[in-house]
């Protein structure tokens, strides 16, 4: 089969994209609604795309053709933001905030997540997420006909659950992504965690 995207709307483009580009890591991003509370929302587009300086990027969309996603919002009013990466045991949770909720309605209260502080940092983190990274906006770029926001956020710290680091003979990071277990996102209701891990080594 060829899909000659020229011909399809947008709606049929993004339906084959992301049951085809799996698959994707699952940005977990709370960020300040500005007012004490606090934002939660997963996003796959994303991936890292920078070491110095260290950056990430996601990419959010809106929710109608008018009004701009919260955490789209929030993060350009308030530059700052934290990505959880969640494990396959997130699934219901992250699920739940994914929903649109009304206005004063809480993610936290919905999907019963517990806060704790990040050291150095102004945002807390999701309690028992293994991963939390701190980021500071870097830029946004609007792109497409909606448009897009692709968002760059530099990433100020990393909170790694101890358990999870392993030992490495050179003394680099590393990480038991075994036990990790990230949760991924697939197409359409479908999610997957990480099954085996192969391994390959690099050339020289």
């Known amino acids: 089969m060829l899909l000659d995207f020229k011909t399809l709307t947008p709606n049929q483009c993004y339906g ?32 890292g795309i920078c070491s ?28 700052n933001f934290v990505v959880h990466i969640p494990s396959t045991r997130h699934i219901d949770q992250v ?10 309605e809480s993610e936290i209260d919905a999907a019963n997540l517990e806060l704790i502080d ?12 293994d991963i939390a990274i701190a980021c500071r906006l870097y830029r946004i770029d609007e792109i497409g006909a909606v448009p897009q926001a692709v968002i760059y956020g530099e990433i100020d710290s990393m909170t790694v659950t101890d358990e999870l680091v392993m030992p490495h003979p050179k003394g680099r990071f590393q990480l038991d992504s075994k036990a990790l277990d990230p949760l991924s996102r697939l197409g359409g209701s479908n999610f997957g965690g ?9 050339p020289k």
């Open 52 to 79: 110095d300086p260290p950056m990430l990027m996601l990419s959010i969309g809106k929710k109608d053709a008018s009004e701009e996603k919260d955490t789209r919002v929030n993060i350009r009013e308030r530059s």
């Open 194 to 202: 990480l099954g085996d891990v192969l391994k390959a080594n690099r």
């Open 118 to 129: 990040i050291d150095g940092f102004e945002l807390p983190r999701i309690a028992g997420c």
């Open 16 to 47: 084959a994209m992301v049951q085809t580009i799996v698959p994707r890591p699952i940005a977990w991003v709370l960020s300040d609604n500005g007012d004490g509370s606090f934002n939660v929302a997963p996003f796959s587009f994303f991936t």
């Open 95 to 104: 699920n739940t905030t994914s929903a649109t909720l009304a206005h004063g």
